[in-house]
């Protein structure tokens, strides 16, 4: 009796921090238009040409706005000091500091590498893109000259492979495509493994860790081990956005972006 009395106690203490110990930190209106986040909990919300920049106390920071290249594809903020704007359409990639102005514009047009629509920033120098001509991650420098040739697509399917987004965990590559799940490299563009057949809409990678939320909640895969760890979310909706960073979890929903602490 006395040891079912402490197991019930116990379970009871794990299931008031997984669904009570949350703090609702702001509400940001969002009724249309993407985010995401960079390692230090600042918030990045785009749509068409437009960024605002939210800081970790839910103040707007920053402003970027450009009709030039079409609407923004993707935002690469994980490093917060080079934010990577992709243009799709246009095959450009626009260059931020911190504060959303403008660096540098990339053609994705190198030599014998016509137009590449895939890139981030790499977590040390430089940038990563998928060579659609040569089909392999490459890495350039900050001059932009190719310095690492990663594993070639052939290698790893038999079947073609359709790039969407690549993510530098600081560990990892991560590679999301159509119809061939999350692909994963090493530092040096080497082939790992393959995870999930069928990725999730939104994910992020960080350290050996990668991050989607489900229908269920949150959902933490090391890459290394496969291990799987599930945990409860404030709120969940099934078409609701979720990314974590730190102690801070963003979820997006149909009419506001809430911010959690927990």
Known sequence: MRKSLIVFVLLFIVMRVA??????????????????????????IYSKGDITKFNPDGLETARYSSRDFGDISFVDATNALK?????????????????????????????????VNVICSSRESG????????????KLNDQLSIVIDGTPF?????????????????????????????????????YYKTIMDVPPVQFQANGHDLLYKDGTGMVKIDIRSGKTDRFLLPENKEDDRCRVEGNRIFIKSLNTLKIYTY
């Open 19 to 44: 669904g009570q110990d949350y703090q609702l930190v702001y509400t940001i209106p969002f009724n249309y238009g993407k985010f995401t986040t960079d390692p230090i909990g600042n918030c990045y």
């Open 83 to 115: 934010i990577v704007v992709v243009f799709k359409e246009f095959s450009k990639a626009v260059i931020l500091d911190a504060a959303l102005a403008p660096q540098a514009t990339i053609d994705l047009s190198f030599p014998g590498i016509p137009y």
């Open 127 to 138: 940038y990563w893109i998928v060579d659609p001509i040569g089909k392999q991650i490459r």
């Open 154 to 190: 052939r290698q790893v399917s038999g079947s073609e492979i359709e790039p969407l987004i690549l993510i530098d965990s600081g560990n990892w590559l991560v590679l999301n495509t159509n119809g061939n799940g999350l692909l994963i490299f090493d530092r040096f563009g080497t």
